[in-house]
């Protein structure tokens, strides 16, 4: 099993400010089988990035992601106040499909 | 519209047994392979188990494997998940979502919440 690992458990921020979200992996990830997602309080979590550094639909380019092998990072440009959520790595590289254990960016 | 909406969750005894479905509409259903991830009270996603887009092959997390099955019915547009043998460590919002193949999870449901209580 590919164990991800991310870093930090928490970011406190403030609007306009900038995140950077680190996630390990266990064993090397082929790129194209890389993604992230975003959670808000009671809702599922909406896909933001896949392929490593694809953007989902809808997404704005302030999002950004890259990585290799087994280190992956999202970063988040000038922080919006609709931002501030928890954010998991996954990859579906191979089964079992695997999340990290999320980063949560709470506003300072 | 595109979606997935679960339902039949609830409030289960430890040894009992659910049934989850998943409703797909606006989408070609059986094109799309299909996953279970379910969520702890304040934890993080955990994968529970996958389909393939015509059933041909499932898998499951080793946390499940032998007390839940995964199916689906594409004439219905439909995804169950029956879990038995329900463990108190199976309390969780499970959420359905969609995988055009290789794929990330490119759309959820909102989710169903079990909670496995005496």
């Known amino acids: 099993e590919i164990v991800l690992t991310q870093s930090p458990g928490t970011l406190s921020l403030s609007p306009g400010e900038s995140a950077t979200i680190s996630c390990w992996a266990s064993q090397s990830v082929r790129s194209t089988f890389f993604a992230w997602y975003q959670q808000k309080p009671g809702q599922a979590p909406r896909l933001l990035i896949h392929?490593?550094?694809s953007r989902a639909t809808g997404i704005p380019d302030r999002f950004s992601g890259s990585g290799s092998g087994t280190d992956f990072t999202l970063t988040i440009r000038r922080l919006e106040p609709d931002d501030f959520a928890v954010y998991y790595c996954?990859?579906?590289?191979?089964?079992?499909?695997?999340f990290g254990q999320g980063t949560k960016v709470e506003m300072k | 519209q595109v979606q997935l909406v679960e339902s039949g969750g609830g409030v289960a005894q430890p040894g009992t047994s659910l049934r989850l479905s998943c409703a797909a509409s606006g989408f070609t259903f059986r094109k799309s392979g299909m996953h279970w991830v379910r969520q702890a009270p304040g934890k993080g996603l955990e994968w529970v188990a996958v389909?393939?887009?015509?059933?041909?092959?499932?898998k499951y997390a080793d946390s499940v494997k032998g007390r839940f099955t995964i199916s689906r019915d594409n004439s219905k547009n439909t995804l169950f998940l029956q879990m038995n043998s329900l463990r108190a460590e199976d309390t969780a919002v499970y959420y359905c979502?969609?995988?055009?193949?290789?794929?990330?999870?490119?759309?959820w449901g909102q989710g169903t919440l079990v909670t496995v209580s005496s």
């Open positions: 392929g490593t550094s």
């Open positions: 389909i393939w887009d015509d059933g041909s092959i499932d």
């Open positions: 979502a969609r995988d055009l193949g290789g794929s990330p999870f490119d759309l």
């Open positions: 996954q990859q579906y590289n191979e089964s079992p499909w695997t």
